[in-house]
């Protein structure tokens, strides 16, 4: 795992998988890009996961420094 995109919400059990940081910072990077409304092609969903993967990779880096 890169260290700087740990587990979001770490426990102290190595058979739990839990969501890390880029996944956690995505989904809340995609709910704004939803609620603004700005993807109305029909491939919307792929755009939007793509942003915010985007975003996401932006505040890691920004963390990272």
Same mark, same amino acid.
């Given at each position: 795992?890169?260290?700087?995109?740990?587990?979001?919400?770490?426990?102290?059990?190595?058979?739990?998988?839990?969501?890390?940081?880029?996944?956690?910072?995505?989904?809340?990077?995609?709910?704004?890009?939803?609620? *603004? #409304? #700005?993807?109305?092609?029909?491939?919307?969903?792929?755009?939007?996961?793509? *942003?915010?993967?985007?975003?996401? *990779?932006?505040?890691?880096?920004?963390?990272?420094?």
């Amino acid at each position: 795992m890169n260290p700087s995109n740990e587990y979001a919400f770490p426990v102290n059990d190595s058979n739990i998988m839990g969501m890390t940081l880029r996944d956690y910072f995505a989904a809340k990077a995609m709910v704004s890009l939803i609620l *603004d #409304g #700005g993807y109305a092609n029909k491939d919307w969903p792929n755009n939007i996961s793509n *942003d915010a993967h985007k975003v996401a *990779d932006a505040m890691l880096k920004e963390r990272a420094k």
